[in-house]
Nanobody, 114 residues
C-alpha cells in the first residue's frame, strides 16, 4: 500500500483547503482511513477518521470546520478544511488502517498565515 497526499499549501486565516490522499492496492474499501497532523514540537494528533462503513469522528478542535470523506471508486480520502486558523498549521498525514496494520503517507504541509 502506498498513500500519496496532495492539496497542502499556504492559505490566509479564514480560508479553505482540500487535502486528498490517493491509496494504491485493493484493500481501500475495507480499510478505515484517517488524517493526522503534527506541528513542530508537538506529537502527531488525530484530526479526523472515517471507517470503511462511512462513520466519521473528529477532533474537538476541528469539529464544524473540517469534513472527511472518501470515494472508494477512486481509492481516495479527502479532508475539506474551512475557516482555517493559524493553529491548524502542521504537516498533515494520511493513514490507512487495515486490521492491526497502519500505513502512512509522506505528509503534506499546511500553513495558515497572513
Amino acid at each position: 500500500v502506498q498513500l500519496v497526499e496532495s492539496g497542502g499549501g499556504l492559505v490566509q486565516p479564514g480560508g479553505s483547503l482540500r487535502l486528498s490522499c490517493a491509496a494504491s492496492g485493493s484493500i481501500f474499501s475495507i480499510s478505515d482511513m484517517g488524517w493526522y497532523r503534527q506541528a513542530p514540537g508537538n506529537e502527531r494528533e488525530l484530526v479526523a477518521t472515517i471507517t470503511f462503513a462511512g462513520s466519521t469522528k473528529y477532533a474537538d478542535s476541528v469539529k464544524g470546520r473540517f469534513t472527511i470523506s472518501r470515494d472508494n471508486a477512486k481509492n481516495t480520502v479527502y479532508l475539506q478544511m474551512n475557516s482555517l486558523k493559524p493553529e491548524d498549521t502542521a504537516v498533515y498525514y494520511c493513514n490507512q488502517k487495515w486490521g492491526p496494520i497502519d500505513y502512512w503517507g509522506q505528509g503534506t504541509q499546511v500553513t495558515v498565515s497572513s
